[in-house]
């Protein structure tokens, strides 16, 4: 492939930051600290709080009818719930349809499988450079790193994406990459790392530098690797939502398409994804639709003149099985990834996606993450909520949040040594044995009438032992005490006749 | 390297199996009628008259930034190659194989360029990301409600064509037009068979990535122009719903 014919000027593209910069999960351990760190950051705070309202408005805006909004959420679960009812059924059907059509399917249980197969995929075409249209699953398998250390250089190509990617970062958002950075910014960082580009914070001229930066990325790349908004098993298609057009470029321009997909993504019918799609774009960006739809059913046939000759689908698992064996949790699967819930939450809106430490941030990485990563690593992240249920309201295919936040606390809480018919990996890793003491004794107390009234007797009288500093409490408030007296003892008291 | 992903295969589908229901809460067929029973009656409310359904599919587009040029089937193509022409394009790249195109191409004055996509895409792929200043498709079908182009690409014109010139000029008959996607993929019955490829275009490419600002021309064509041809013989003869 010759790279020179160019009559325009095309800056070199600042391939090595996948590289210098490998971007690795920062530890969800340390929730609590970066969510501090993140609300003393009046910057960070006032970039989530205009992006919140402004999409939050865009969305309202698309949903004039109650109504309408109401039967369409029905028929979004009703279309997800079917598809994952019968799940095992539509995979083979998908693969099945697909290998007719001409694509290539693998099966990766884990990150690391998924990982492999996309390496022995570029092998097999000696390729050593990557475009990217948007995969929230390729992030999620950190699949840049891999690749990067084994020589193939992968280039983010959606603006978000490849604004962090050059910046060295995360996703901060699922639907929009780049949310927690104002033009600013981007003005120093394409300055920077983009030669013969001046400072400007005009956004015109900030996406018609990138638009030529990756311009090249398009041309020269052996693969071009996507992620899958929705698969339908009947016709076999690939249908992927997208505004900028490098989508369509990935899966267009170079000779190889592989498009990552969790497992859950399938719907029975081609027919289904109407509802659905009509779903997302509403939800998401606030859009009646947006600019692509680009519905992908085979390689290039013969005598066609462009498109991939070779089209690989990664089925991913990733820790979704153990959420689809349990009959509750199963419901986390009917996401279709619009970031709605996000977008209306409280905490998010307050920390930021970075804090979250997650590829998947606010409400619905609280619910995915423990079956991606395990509840030890993400123990912390279903108590980050006030249980507003803002984000069960909004979403689109009514997945219960606020109800599986409350049921990971429980799985996290719970002994670990504890035997249940769907344990969860990572069972009872906020588990105390000092605090279920404490549970068992409260209980314990409440539910004999003799120890009740032994334990009233002493908590009025020893009332001046409660400790002056009371943790969180006392911060911005006077401790807390018992009453001299219990309310039992006041009513009888009252009641007594005189 | 080895590629064999079955043993992966058989445990994820295994441990599916082992948990799945025994039976969906719905049947697909009661999945379908309540899909239909939701779009259905919504388009009985919105107006059904050719005339009308055109105008909401321009007024969809124009909202989403394109450029809307209603014609009728005898001015089309003057009309068009006088535009072009006047927005400076020199080589559009355009399906000589069509009756559109060749009407397209042989109107054309001489400041413009008619090129074909002879080559397949590899023989020739920097120039045509670095030389063509246009490419002209015609649209299969659209959808009025979302002002959408529906765009099903093939040998004579490749995808390409629509996504990497600067500009994108598409013309649709009024004729195909749908009321929205639900009747589209009824009525062409897309069920049967897809092709390689369907693109849904709904305006010029854009992105809102920076600081929710909305800038036109992300990694897609710029600009948009779509040209609505209606019949001489007049709009209201068409059939509501009919694709071509």
């Known amino acids: ?363 619905i990485g609280k619910i995915i993450s423990p079956h991606l990563l395990g509840l030890d690593a993400t123990a912390e992240l279903p108590t980050a909520s006030s249980l507003c249920g803002a984000c069960g309201e909004v979403c689109p295919v009514r997945i219960p949040i606020p109800q599986l936040l409350v049921r990971l606390r429980t799985e996290a809480n719970r002994d670990p040594e504890e035997s249940v018919a769907h344990p969860l990996r990572g069972q009872g890793a906020n588990h105390s044995r000092s605090e279920q003491f404490i549970w068992r004794f409260w209980s314990g107390a409440f539910a004999h009438p003799r120890a009740y009234r032994a334990l009233r007797w002493a908590v009025t009288r020893l009332r001046g032992l409660a400790p002056s500093q009371q943790m969180g409490w006392t911060q911005h408030r006077t401790p807390l005490k018992p009453a001299p007296r219990s309310l039992h003892d006041l009513l009888r008291e009252r009641d007594q006749p005189q | 390297m080895s590629l064999d992903t079955t043993s992966a295969r058989s445990r994820m589908l295994g441990r599916l199996r082992n948990h799945a229901p025994a039976a969906p809460a719905t049947t697909v067929e009661a999945l379908d009628a309540s899909i239909d029973a939701h779009f259905a009656p919504r388009r009985a409310y919105t107006p059904l008259a050719l005339s009308e359904r055109i105008a909401q599919f321009q007024q969809m587009l124009e909202a989403a930034h394109a450029e809307v040029i209603r014609a009728s089937t005898a001015s089309w193509a003057a009309d068009l190659a006088q535009r072009l022409a006047a927005a400076g394009v020199r080589s559009l790249l355009l399906d000589t194989a069509c009756a559109e195109g060749q009407a397209l191409a042989a109107a054309l004055p001489a400041a413009v360029q008619a090129r074909s996509y002879a080559r397949p895409i590899e023989q020739w792929k920097a120039e045509l990301f670095d030389t063509v200043d246009a490419g002209f498709t015609v649209a299969r079908s659209g959808l009025a409600a979302t002002g959408t182009l529906v765009v099903a690409p093939d040998a004579n014109a490749p995808r390409t064509v629509s996504l990497v010139p600067p500009l994108h000029v598409a013309l649709i008959h009024a004729r195909t037009l749908h009321a929205d996607l639900h009747a589209a993929v009824a009525a062409e019955r897309w069920s049967e068979g897809m092709p390689t490829n369907l693109v849904m275009i709904s305006g010029p490419s854009k992105t809102s990535d920076i600081q929710q600002t909305t800038a036109y021309g992300a990694h897609g064509p710029r600009a948009l122009w779509v040209v609505i041809v209606t019949d001489d013989t007049g709009v209201t003869s068409a059939q509501p719903g009919a694709a071509q």
């Not at chain 1, 600290?33 to 919140?52: E, H």
């Not at chain 1, 693969?95 to 570029?122: F, Y």
């Not at chain 1, 250390?149 to 996703?171: F, H, N, T, W």
């Not at chain 1, 956004?203 to 052996?222: E, H, M, S």
């Open chain 1, 1 to 363: 492939m010759n790279t020179n014919t160019s009559t325009t000027a095309i800056p070199q593209m600042p391939r090595a930051q996948g590289q210098e910069n490998t971007l690795h999960f920062v530890p969800t351990e340390q929730f609590r600290q970066r969510a501090r760190a993140a609300l003393d950051d009046p910057q960070l705070r006032k970039s989530f709080r205009g992006a919140m309202d402004f999409l939050q408005g865009k969305r309202a805006a698309q949903f004039p009818e109650a109504d309408e909004l109401e039967a369409l959420r029905d028929l979004g679960e009703a279309v997800r719930q079917h598809a994952l009812a019968r799940l095992p059924e539509l995979l083979e059907q998908l693969e099945t349809k697909l290998r007719a059509n001409g694509i290539e399917v693998h099966w990766a249980e884990t990150a690391d499988e998924a990982n492999h197969i996309v390496h022995a995929i570029a092998r097999q075409h000696a390729a050593t450079r990557v475009v990217k249209g948007k995969s929230m699953a390729s992030e999620e398998i950190e699949l840049n790193h891999y690749l990067a250390e084994r020589g193939v250089d992968c280039i983010e190509s959606d603006m978000g994406e490849y604004i962090v990617q050059l910046a060295g970062e995360k996703p901060s958002h699922i639907v929009m990459p780049a949310i927690h950075k104002t033009k600013g910014d981007i003005g120093h960082l394409f300055e920077e790392h983009i030669p013969d580009t001046p400072y400007t914070e005009d956004v015109d001229t900030l996406i018609q530098t990138g638009r030529r930066a990756l311009r090249r990325a398009f041309v020269d790349a052996q693969i071009g690797l996507s992620g899958v908004n929705f698969a339908a098993a009947d016709t076999g298609t690939l249908w992927l939502v997208e505004n900028e057009g490098n989508g369509r470029l990935s899966t267009t321009v170079p000779d190889v398409h592989i498009a990552i997909m969790g497992m859950e993504k399938v719907v029975a019918k081609l027919e289904h994804i109407v509802p659905l799609s009509s779903l997302l774009t509403r939800s998401a960006t606030g859009q009646p639709i947006t600019t692509y739809f680009n519905l992908i059913s085979s390689p290039r046939r013969e005598g066609e003149k462009d498109g991939p000759r070779h089209v690989h689908l990664v089925l991913l698992d990733n820790g979704r099985g153990q959420a689809y064996a349990d009959e509750q949790l199963r419901a986390t699967l009917q996401c279709i990834r619009c970031g709605a819930c996000m977008n209306h939450c409280p905490v998010y809106a307050r920390i930021g996606g970075h804090a979250y430490g997650t590829t998947y941030p606010g409400p």
